[in-house]
């Protein structure tokens, strides 16, 4: 297993859109195997190729209680339903939160590493997990979607003394 190099912005790399996989190279396996290495390392429940450096349009996801993760290549949303606010991070905006506009209910199409479609019918965690990770492969970051200027805080310095609970809180990291 090797680490990869995690991307951070301001790297253009972000902001570029990922290329689409024809064909599905001898080294995926290896590759998303790293990637997944690397997101465990950070603690993250999903990452995006270009957060690593690599153009492919490739993601992986694994949410806090799965034994494995999901790999998928070319992931599209291909629908939506509701709107919803949630709170939203990045390893590749380390020191960060913020509230961002998801959606409530997504479908999502990908390739899995033999080439074959997977669909996946998503809400909650993964649904937002889904769109983070295809917004990535866009070019696009959460704090594309804050719901307001001021709603993009720092973490880790002054704990708010007045919100009861905060350290329960799961870090949900992408
Ligand atoms: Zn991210």
């Given amino acids: 297993m090797t680490l990869l190099t995690m991307r951070h912005v301001p790297d253009p790399i972000l902001r570029q859109q990922a290329r689409r996989i024809?064909?599905?190279p001898a080294g995926m396996s290896k590759y998303t195997r790293d990637m997944v290495e690397t997101m465990h390392a950070e603690h993250g429940v999903g990452l995006a190729a270009n957060?690593?450096?690599?153009?492919q349009?490739?993601?992986?996801i694994q949410l806090p209680e799965w034994e494995e993760a999901l790999v998928l290549i070319n992931p599209e949303i291909i629908r939506?339903?509701?709107e919803r606010e949630v709170e939203e991070g990045c390893l590749s905006i380390p020191g960060y939160r913020g509230m961002v506009k998801r959606s409530q209910r997504v479908r999502a199409r990908a390739l899995d590493l033999n080439g074959k479609v997977i669909r996946?019918?998503?809400?909650?965690?993964l649904a937002q997990a889904l769109?983070?990770?295809?917004d990535h492969?866009?070019?696009i970051l959460?704090?594309?979607h804050l719901i307001s200027r001021d709603s993009l805080y720092r973490i880790g310095y002054e704990p708010d003394p007045e919100e009861p609970g905060t350290d329960e809180k799961v870090e949900s990291e992408q």
């Fill in 137 to 139: 492969l866009n070019g």
């Fill in 22 to 24: 024809t064909q599905i």
């Fill in 80 to 82: 939506r339903e509701g």
């Fill in 57 to 60: 349009k490739v993601a992986v």
């Fill in 51 to 55: 957060q690593v450096g690599s153009r």
């Fill in 142 to 144: 959460y704090i594309d």
């Fill in 120 to 125: 996946i019918k998503a809400e909650g965690l």
């Fill in 131 to 134: 769109e983070h990770e295809t």
